[in-house]
């Protein structure tokens, strides 16, 4: 029988089809008559396998992010094991590979500096290594697209396993999201509202078990998207990190991905144009994080389809947001794993989806959708009762953002929307932090705050520091909403009327390194407009006498990083990355 792509394969008895020994990649490593695979095999007894274990089978890499420091991660050391359970269960050998750790908590300046370097890291090690596909184990805000990016460009068969959301927080009689609530009691305490006797209790009451986010925050967004991709197993993304429901998706995994070698389903069959759009969709129908549009448009990139910025606004004119979840909504991802998960999320967007494209489990997304239904209405909205009639982010244009940027309008106060005020410019995070405060700057709630030097060389690596804090006399007076722009990110978690991912970045000689205290800035959500109130004789005058800073890093990964890094509107993937092109296999001797 013929095999995509015109392999022999071999039937089993069970129905299912499988590639002969010689056809398997790690072949090449293993299985012929020279010195090298004579030294290949000999090293694998030396790890203590038995020649029956491995040889001739799939070798499966089971790329783990665990570290003893990612707490959305801590438990991904034993889903590595169901997950290795499940591929010696389907005949594979699978071999775990620890890989680096990015977590958001701590971090610093931002694991976004590094997600590129977790994408090498995964991209080489599943090329170098006698491997025939991969199951990856992510789920924190940017582990997910930086293993989906790398293991794109190797384009060998995959599947992500995400690591699932911690249980709902608890304090007193409030169910509290992690992140989202974080920032609202953060003012409170700012406010004069709470002491520290409760902000003690929150500490212990807003994380209370391993797992990434329970709200739609970028990690839930992202691993979302990767299943709307087709990449893991149907209702992955919602099933909480603590759930036994999260150990069987493990091993599911594991016994699926020694089909998938078999089948030789690549990435590239499956991270197509089609996919990807839907993952648009359905990430602005979820009302999901800013954070999404630079890691899908990265993601896509390396699967050699492109995708912009007009693509988002474009879609999300077509979607409404069906996700009642906060930081836009009220429930928590537990709320949206019970009422049906993604598959019934998507069941309500079938008009829009490509619904003939293949998964990971079955042969079209639309089988994969097939007998779904949502179990509770006010946690996935129907058509006809939407949070909003449009999706979550509106991509705005204008001489402050000629590249774009972007805000998630439906976390913010919708009299802010529409606003025109004076700007007051901070130029970088720290002088923000310690001035903030300060009576003397006159700030009011009608002032546009501007912060700069925080995109993807000046910060360095676009930290999330989007959301700035308003003025704690202004919060004491009941504020809790300002019109606030940078071009920073902002967590998947926070709210408020934010303009972000400003581009080009102030940091190479935007217009945003223009702008000037006391200059009127508007913002118009419905126009997708964001506009300097500034002539251009003014601007070029003031782009004259602009002196670039000096680069931050003199050696190391920063300075590749300084070299490579490109904006936000394109993905902030490294240009040598991203470059077309073959890298070919390596000679295994």
């Known amino acids: 029988m013929n095999a995509p792509g015109g392999s022999v394969t071999r039937g089993t008895g069970d129905g299912r089809e499988r590639k002969a020994p010689e056809e398997l990649r790690s072949h090449q490593w293993y299985g012929t008559d020279g010195l090298r695979s004579f030294s290949h095999r000999a090293r694998t007894r030396q790890l203590g396998y038995l020649p029956e274990e491995h040889l001739g089978k799939p070798v499966i890499a089971v790329l783990n992010t665990w570290s003893d420091i990612n707490p959305c991660h801590v438990h991904l050391r034993d889903r590595a094991q169901a997950v290795k359970r499940g591929v010696w269960q389907a005949g594979g050998f699978p071999l775990e590979f620890p890989v680096s750790t990015l977590s958001e908590t701590f971090q610093k300046p931002t694991p976004m500096l590094y997600r590129n370097l977790l994408a090498m890291e995964t991209e080489e090690l599943l090329r170098s290594y006698p491997v025939d596909g991969a199951v990856l184990l992510g789920g924190c805000d940017k582990s997910t697209p930086a293993l989906l990016m790398g293991a794109a460009s190797v384009d060998l068969p995959t599947i992500f396993v995400p690591a699932g959301p911690m249980l709902p927080g608890h304090w007193r009689n409030e169910v509290l999201g992690s992140g989202t609530d974080m920032w609202k009691y953060w003012d409170e305490k700012r406010a004069g509202l709470i002491g520290d006797c409760e902000l003690a209790e929150l500490e212990s009451g807003l994380a209370r078990s391993p797992g990434h986010c329970m709200t739609m925050g970028t990690a ?52 197509t144009r089609e ?106 909205r129907p058509r006809t009762d939407p949070l909003a009639h449009e999706g979550g982010v509106a991509v705005l244009r204008g001489n402050l953002c000629p590249d774009g940027a972007v805000i998630k309008h439906i976390a913010a106060e919708p009299h802010l929307l529409k606003h025109t005020g004076p700007a007051v410019v901070f130029d970088d995070y720290r002088t923000m932090q310690r001035t903030i405060d300060d009576p003397e700057l006159g700030i009011t709630a009608d002032h546009v705050l501007v912060l700069r030097n925080a995109g993807p060389l000046g910060g360095p690596g676009m930290p999330e520091y989007g959301m700035l804090p308003i003025p704690e006399y202004l919060l004491k007076q009941g504020v ?76 190391g990964y920063g300075a590749l990083y300084q070299e490579q890094i490109t904006q936000a509107d394109t993905g902030c993937d490294f240009a040598f990355l991203a470059a077309a092109g073959d890298v070919p296999d390596p000679y295994a001797g």
């Open 275 to 380: 996919a990807y759009e839907d993952a648009v969709a359905a990430v602005l129908a979820l009302g999901g994080s800013t954070n999404a549009v630079i890691h899908l448009i990265a993601m896509a990139g390396r699967s050699r389809v492109t995708l912009t910025l007009d693509d988002f606004d474009r879609i999300a004119r077509t979607v409404p947001v069906l996700a009642n979840l906060r930081p836009g909504g009220r429930h928590l991802m537990e709320d949206f794993h019970f009422a049906g998960g993604l598959p019934a999320f998507l069941s309500r967007l079938t008009d829009v989806l490509h619904l003939d494209r293949p998964t990971v489990a079955h042969s079209t997304l639309r089988a994969q959708l097939d007998g779904v239904r949502v179990h509770n209405e006010d946690v996935i």
């Open 480 to 555: 809790r909403d300002m019109v606030r722009l940078s071009d920073a990110r902002m967590s998947g978690t926070s709210y408020g009327a934010c303009v972000l991912h400003i581009a080009p970045e102030s940091y190479v000689g935007g217009p945003l390194a223009l702008v000037r205290t006391g200059d009127a800035i508007t913002l118009d959500v419905a126009a997708r407009t964001l506009q300097l109130g500034v002539t251009e004789e003014e601007l070029a005058r003031r782009r004259a006498a602009w002196v670039p800073p000096p680069q931050r890093y003199s050696r």
């Open 220 to 271: 839930s967004t992202l691993t979302a998207a990767a299943e709307t991709l087709g990449v893991t197993m149907p209702g992955a993304s919602s099933i909480p990190a603590v759930d036994s429901g999260h150990d069987r998706m493990a091993a599911a995994s594991g016994l699926r991905i020694v089909d998938l070698v078999h089948q030789d389903m690549r990435l590239s069959r499956l991270l």
